[in-house]
């Protein structure tokens, strides 16, 4: 858990998915309002011990981001002085976030990603067609790396794909240049809609 300060008003938090108290992803935990507001009056005394971000007797909005990483970031932000009684807004989360159009994931082996895709069926995760324009699995020096491009952040279950994910690999990187180095050096294993193609039996 990280906080950073970023004026008198407004605080970041910064989640692991490890991190989200009682729930697999952001969804479910954003749906319990009773876990939810116990969770982040605990989580804002916290952040008055380290930062000094006192949020006492202020109504307050929470905005929610799932990033590509797994991490959870949520943004505080003060917005009228109350009586004795703090309250705290469930939070709200943001369906889009910028410089996410991009996202590559780093498998050890080729089990690791077939069993991704076995997990991603076996929870019914919805329509993976539709999670990125482009979805596809390259071989590079021993090392198996699903590509997604341009991806949906609207897609239904962006958030649970993304805590799911960093569960069977690590995430590597965002930008076009490997994509490139993939392309140039690397073995095409499935040229797209790799989710898709092995969860119906085509790898």
């Known amino acids: 858990m990280r906080f ?11 989640l692991s998915c490890d ?9 479910g935990f954003i749906s319990n309002s009773s876990d939810a507001r116990r969770t982040f009056l605990d989580i804002l005394d916290r952040a008055y011990d380290e930062v000094g971000f006192n949020t006492r007797d202020y109504k307050i909005k929470i905005d929610a981001v799932a990033l590509h990483n797994g991490d959870f970031v949520f943004t505080v932000t003060k917005l009228i002085k109350l009586g004795n009684n703090r309250k705290v807004a469930k939070p709200h989360k943001i369906p889009k976030v910028d410089n ?5 994931y780093k498998f050890e082996n080729l089990d690791d990603f077939c069993n991704f895709c076995e997990y991603t069926k076996r929870i019914n995760l919805a329509n993976v067609r539709s999670l990125a324009k482009k979805v596809e699995l390259y071989l590079y020096n021993d090392f198996y790396y699903l590509s997604l491009t341009n991806i949906n952040q609207n897609y239904d279950d962006l958030a649970r794909f993304y805590c799911s994910i960093t569960e069977f690999c690590k995430y590597f990187s965002s930008k076009d240049l490997f994509v490139s180095v993939l392309k140039e050096k690397g073995k095409i294993i499935i040229r797209n809609n790799a989710i898709q193609t092995y969860q119906n039996g085509l790898f």
Do not use: G, R
């Open 4 to 14: 950073q300060k970023l004026n008198e008003n407004k605080l970041k938090i910064i």
């Open 100 to 104: 996410l159009d991009l996202a590559i």
């Open 19 to 27: 991190e989200l108290p009682n729930s697999d992803d952001l969804d």
